[in-house]
């Protein structure tokens, strides 16, 4: 079992820049994929990054395509998620959690098991 912790998150203008940290405890990360997700008030999680057991394989959205990074440092247990040029439809609480599946990188929530408590980002316009 492993046990998640986000942060960095804040109050940021659009076009600007934040860099969210996942940091795990309990079991190594390196063990999981890692995805991001977010949720905006009154909405569903919405898929924002993944990131394999490596860190060779990486994919996003086409929303974050080109202004967010997923990396991980799997000796410090740790992984980022570099967002730039945020914009306001951006806003939302994002999290960060843990998939032990070893074969597929998966963009369903549904299949993560391990979830952090989540940071807030708000874009303001």
């Known amino acids: 079992q492993v046990q998640l912790v986000e942060s960095g998150g804040g109050l940021v203008q659009a076009g600007g820049s934040l860099k969210l940290s996942c940091a795990a405890s309990g079991r190594t990360l390196g063990t999981y994929t890692v995805g991001w997700f977010r949720q905006a008030p009154g909405k569903e999680h919405e898929f924002v990054a993944v990131?394999?057991?490596?860190?060779?394989?990486?994919f996003y959205p086409d929303s974050v395509k080109g202004r967010f990074t997923v990396s991980r440092d799997n000796a410090k247990n740790t992984v980022h998620l570099q967002m730039n040029s945020l914009k306001p439809e951006d806003t939302a609480v994002y999290y960060c959690a843990a998939d032990a599946n070893r074969v597929f990188i998966r963009t369903n929530p549904t299949f993560y098991d391990y979830w952090g408590q989540g940071t807030q980002v708000t874009v303001s316009s």
């Open positions: 990131i394999s057991r490596s860190g060779g394989s990486t």
